[in-house]
């Protein structure tokens, strides 16, 4: 049986959106998340949103499925999605430089 | 496309527009649009010189060839303006009010008598009556899934009435894209996107010909900051 491939949200982490939110061309999927709402494509490159501005509103807001058409998963887990994508944000960040003990 | 709606029991069949509209000069501030109906039904136009600020209103008899004058115009001025029912909208349009002196009015001592006024110089042609009725949206939308998100999203900004309308005006939109030839950008994964400056729509379609997204842009460089490369629609065979 073929497995549909699916892909993160780089916004909160949903591991279920249907394409890559950027193509290949740098492009936008425009694909709208379920979970969060971001519209990659557009939220971003014609309303000036960030990801993680999005995802601080969200969040404030009570990480509420968005989506009206689509139903969320049985195993959607909001909180424990936003933290793994937070913490694959930290560990991609550049790390502090080591003190210079002794010196 | 018609539907059937259910209201309490009673069965409420869909408007459908059968005929233009076409916008017609009928003195220097003034402008006579027509359309007709399937159906009798009521008339309004909402119009303004933004086609997201449509605030004002004209209204005409019920019936099923509709005629709505609108009034106190700018000459000089692109009007875009939608056509339907108090409830629902059926199309959207433009249109250019020639400036004064561009176009004799009617009662005018140039224009002679007994002559129709000209038609207005319309910057998106109306519909012709035979056009293609858009397939369903199972058929014109990639993530069918998505659609109902996109049209909360976006649809008002076509005035579509619900997700299948919604759908089929970004269907009807790519149809128009490729009988004129509009600007589009075609990337390396075949996404196609198309855009008129002259409504503000912007659509992405994907390789299959399949809708992706259909709304209008806040930036005007949004089209031109898109990835891809130009592209002669004649050339696609979706």
């Known amino acids: 049986m073929e497995t549909v491939k699916r892909h993160p949200c780089p916004v909160c982490g949903y591991p279920g959106l249907s394409e890559p939110p950027r193509t290949r061309s740098g492009g936008g999927s425009y694909e709208i998340c379920p979970s969060c709402g971001f519209q990659f494509g557009v939220s971003d490159d014609d309303a000036g949103e960030t990801y993680s501005v999005w995802r601080e509103r969200w969040r404030a807001a009570g990480m509420k499925w968005s989506s009206r058409g689509l139903r969320p998963p049985k195993d959607w887990d909001p909180a424990t999605h936003v933290s793994r994508v937070e913490s694959e944000a930290l560990g991609a960040a550049p790390k502090r430089p080591k003190r210079n003990r002794g010196a | ?238």
């Open chain 2, 1 to 238: 496309m018609t539907g059937l709606w259910f209201f309490g029991g009673v069965s409420a069949r869909a408007v459908e527009l059968t005929e233009g509209p076409r916008a017609s000069v009928t003195g220097s501030r003034e402008v006579s649009l027509e359309w007709s109906t399937d159906v009798s039904c009521g008339s309004r136009v909402q119009y303004g010189t933004s086609p997201r600020m449509l605030t004002k209103r004209a209204e005409g008899a019920v019936g099923t060839h509709h005629v709505v004058v609108l009034t106190d115009l700018v000459p000089g001025t692109v009007y875009h303006y939608s056509v339907g029912t108090a409830r629902y909208p059926l199309t959207t349009n433009t249109f250019i009010l020639p400036a004064l002196g561009a176009t004799p009015a009617p009662d005018s001592p140039t224009a002679p008598s007994g002559v129709r006024p000209p038609a207005l110089t319309n910057s998106v042609p109306a519909a012709p009556v035979e056009a293609s009725r858009p397939p369903p949206a199972r058929v014109t939308w990639g993530n069918l899934g998505s659609l109902q998100d996109h049209f909360d999203r976006h649809g008002a900004d076509f005035s579509a009435r619900d997700p299948e309308h919604y759908a089929g005006l970004a269907w009807e939109f790519r149809e128009r894209a490729i009988r004129e030839n509009w600007s589009a950008k075609r990337d390396e994964d075949g996404v196609v996107r198309i855009y008129d400056p002259r409504t503000g729509g912007f659509a992405a379609y994907n390789r299959n010909g399949t809708t992706k997204t259909y709304f209008k842009p806040r930036s005007r460089s949004y089209f031109e900051r898109q990835p891809g490369d130009r592209f002669d629609l004649k050339t696609w065979k979706p």
